[in-house]
């Protein structure tokens, strides 16, 4: 149980370029989802939580306007990075929470983000 | 500002020993603690977690420590075996439950 599918798993495009990646629950609903960026050989950065039905909310130095989130069901959350670059290159990851808090966030397989 | 880190980069291991993974955490605030395994090119896999009123848990294998005295938390993997091979985080709770914090990540290499 508690499977979380990420897609897609790969996507390479030219600069300027909006990307959408789909973060879906598939056998749970979440209320809440977390979106994480993560560097070759460097930890997971959480960028923002994602609440359904409600604006997401932003670490510190995520611009909003950049990655756009939505969480328009229990099962689907879906972050936008617009107006890509090429240092938005990155390996993007979701994770969604099968209940209250206390309870640990199971994770997608990642997205890898290249921009030429 | 919060941080959740682990002591060493790469831990080699021969196959059929024990490893022991270490995490310093820095907030006593800490309620939860999760480690995850994260296979090169996957997102990370839950493995054990526990909660701040406990002080060991045992799975399959695996075991985690907690010592609150001196901030700290280590995964021990009993009979190391190639498919563990993976980056180990452990991953706290510094701002309540909603928000996990990940540690740096520790190398697990283990050698046939």
């Known amino acids: 149980g508690a499977v979380v599918s990420q897609h897609p798993s790969r996507v390479i495009c030219k600069s300027g370029t909006s990307v959408k990646i789909e973060c879906r629950s598939l056998d749970f609903q979440a209320t809440t989802m977390f979106w994480y960026r993560q560097f070759p050989k460097q930890s997971l950065m959480l960028m923002a939580t994602?609440?359904?039905?409600?604006?997401?909310?932003?670490e510190q130095g995520v611009e909003k306007d950049k990655f756009l989130i939505n969480h328009a069901s229990l099962t689907l959350s879906t972050l936008t990075v617009t107006s890509a670059h090429p240092e938005d290159s990155s390996f993007y990851i979701c994770s969604a929470r099968d209940g209250e808090g206390g309870q640990p966030q199971h994770f997608g397989d990642g997205t890898r983000l290249s921009i030429l | 500002g919060e941080s959740v880190g682990l002591h060493l980069p790469t831990l080699s291991v021969q196959e059929g020993d024990n490893s022991i993974i270490n995490c310093a955490y820095s907030?006593?605030?800490?309620?939860?603690f999760i480690w995850y395994k994260q296979e090169s090119g996957k997102g990370p896999q839950f493995i054990i977690d526990i909660r701040s009123n406990m002080d060991k848990r045992q799975g399959q294998r695996v075991t985690v420590l907690l010592n609150k005295t001196v901030k700290h938390l280590s995964l021990q993997i009993a009979a190391t075996q190639p498919g563990d091979s993976a980056v180990y985080f452990c991953a706290g709770t510094p701002g309540g439950y909603q928000k996990v914090t990940f540690g740096t990540g520790t190398k697990l290499q283990v050698i046939p």
């Open positions: 907030n006593s605030a800490s309620d939860y």
């Open positions: 994602s609440n359904e039905g409600s604006k997401a909310t932003y």
